[in-house]
T-cell receptor, first 113, second 110 residues
Framework: DAGVTQTPRHEVAEKGQTIILKCEPV?????LFWYRQTKIQGLELLSY????????DGGAFKDRFKAEMLNSSFSTLKIQPTEPKDSAVYLC???????????FGKGTRLTVV | GDQVKQSPSALSLQEGTNSALRCNFS?????VQWFLQNPRGSLMNLFY???GTKENGRLKSTFNSKESYSTLHIRDAQLEDSGTYFC????????????FGDGTVLTVKP
């Protein structure tokens, strides 16, 4: 039984590049979340989808971050253009919906140089 | 963050001893999740709690919604328990969005 799958596990980008992170939620889950984890800010919500509809796009992250969910089994997070301050671990998570247990992928560690 | 205050921020235990971690919530919380993040960065689910208590092996967790806190008790700590423990609150919004504490870094020593 596959959990949440994220690719790539590691990404190194030069400042100004466009990168796309990918996520496959648990099969049958309706809610999908993108979080960012840094040592200073901890875990912050970037985007939230319910049944493929974008419900929240994380306010402060709007300008260069774009999350999409073209089908129920695949989501992308695009960062364009990347900046060194975007270096972090990006975590994707999914749940059945509502107040139900949330499961996380193993994350993508992004380094922007 | 301020909405979910986790304590202590770091903890060192001798193998075989017991301890407790705590989270206090300043937001209305419907459910609580506890995670263990291993050195590779994976967040492993430990508990999903509505108000009440759950137990799994050497771990036991309680969520008291009236007093807005949750605890995670570790009994007979083992080396493999080392890592960062996070609690996360799911607010009364029916959205599944989690607000995380800052984590407790646990080191178990032989």
């Amino acid at each position: 039984d596959a959990g949440v799958t994220q690719t790539p596990r590691h990404e190194v980008a030069e400042k100004g590049q466009t990168i796309i992170l990918k996520c496959e939620p648990v099969s049958g889950h309706n809610d999908l979340f993108w979080y960012r984890q840094t040592k200073i800010q901890g875990l912050e919500l970037l985007s939230y989808f319910r049944s493929k509809s974008l419900m929240e796009d994380g306010g402060a992250f709007k300008d260069r971050f774009k999350a999409e969910m073209l089908n129920s089994s695949f989501s992308t997070l695009k960062i364009q253009p990347t900046e060194p301050k975007d270096s972090a671990v990006y975590l994707c998570a999914s749940s059945l919906g509502g107040n139900t247990e949330v499961f996380f992928g193993k994350g993508t560690r992004l380094t922007v140089v | 963050g301020d909405q979910v205050k986790q304590s202590p921020s770091a903890l060192s235990l001798q193998e075989g001893t017991n301890s407790a971690l705590r989270c206090n919530f300043s937001i209305a919380t419907t459910t609580v999740q506890w995670f263990l993040q291993n050195p590779r960065g994976s967040l492993m689910n430990l508990f999903y709690l509505v108000p009440g208590t759950k137990e799994n092996g050497r771990l036991k967790s309680t969520f008291n919604s009236k007093e807005s806190y949750s605890t995670l008790h570790i009994r007979d700590a083992q080396l493999e328990d080392s890592g960062t423990y996070f609690c996360a609150a799911e607010a009364n919004t029916n959205t599944g969005k989690l607000t995380f504490g800052d984590g407790t870094v646990l080191t178990v020593k032989p």
